[in-house]
């Protein structure tokens, strides 16, 4: 099924730097939101329940599970993760642009619910580099980074599965990178269909279906 809607998923190691730079992009265009995702976490520094994450116990996030709650779900460093499919569907059938940030487990799978869905992965300039943002954000003890630089080799293996790859050397460009995408994207020809299909009509634009 399309939706009215665009979907964006952005993927990338711990310490790329996925989280400024969606926070940056939602700051700067007022018609993408984010979607909150569930997590067994805890907060970290100032986050707050039902703003950055809906936080949950384990056992009421398995209970989410068995019920199908949600498009996707993994266990990522030990924490669960899981996206409501019901809420995603209401947004973009009214139409709303909505980001997700995710692991690329949880994006593979938006992908197979969601075809449309834009898959964005986030990629450090170097392994120092990203050790370097990892210890300097203050939040994890030492053998946490070490966990994560581990995991971060597996995740960066899958980057060949998305739609387009930043890379996060430079902050402005690489913002300037993700807006473009977003921008790109609503001006597709499926996506201007979908959203100005009275201009379409009004054109006599017959709709082919080898570009539906």
Do not use: C
Not at 170 to 179: G, V, Y
């Amino acid at each position: 099924m399309e939706y009215p809607g665009n979907l964006f998923v952005v993927s990338a190691p711990s310490g790329a730097g996925k989280s400024s730079l969606v926070k940056a992009l939602l700051e700067l265009d007022s018609q993408v939101f984010r979607s909150i995702s569930h997590t067994t976490r805890s907060p970290r520094g100032q986050e707050k329940h039902g703003r950055e994450y809906y936080f949950a116990s384990r056992d009421d996030f398995e209970r989410m599970i068995g019920s199908h709650s949600f498009v996707e779900w993994a266990n990522v460093h030990g924490n669960l993760y899981g996206t409501s499919k019901k809420a995603i569907e209401e947004r973009l059938a009214k139409g709303t642009d909505i980001v997700l940030e995710i692991d690329y487990q949880g994006a593979l799978q938006i992908k197979q619910s969601f075809p449309h869905a834009v898959l964005i992965f986030i990629l450090p300039p170097s392994w120092e580099e990203l050790r370097s943002r990892l210890e300097n954000r203050g939040e994890d003890a030492s053998d946490v980074i070490e966990k994560r630089l581990k995991n971060a080799r597996d995740e960066m293996a899958q980057v060949h599965k998305f739609d387009f790859v930043i890379i996060n050397e430079l902050f402005e460009r690489a913002l300037f990178d993700l807006k473009a995408v977003v921008h790109s994207q609503r001006l597709r020809y499926s996506a201007q269909k979908r959203v100005r299909s009275e201009i379409f009509s009004s054109l006599d634009i017959p709709v082919t279906l080898e570009n539906s």
